[in-house]
């Protein structure tokens, strides 16, 4: 199977036919090597552990951050 890069509107669109079954709604991660070969990379979803962790390391920059946005 082949398919085609197209442009629409200011972006390039590699459309993945149905019989791939990708499902609708997840996110993948473009990786483009030196060749110029594109990978898609599927996103897991986050669990509850992995959300607190990502709270409790940006509750630990907030002051970090908060100087740093007035600059």
Do not use: A, W, Y
């Amino acid at each position: 199977m082949i398919i085609k890069s197209r442009k629409v509107g200011n972006s390039i669109t590699l459309t993945l036919p149905e019989e791939l079954n990708v499902p609708e709604n997840v996110e993948f991660e473009p990786i483009v090597d030196s060749k110029g070969n594109v990978f898609l990379k599927r996103i897991s979803e986050l669990n509850e552990e992995r959300v607190r962790d990502i709270h409790q390391f940006m509750d630990h920059f907030k002051p970090l951050m908060d100087k740093l946005k007035d600059k």
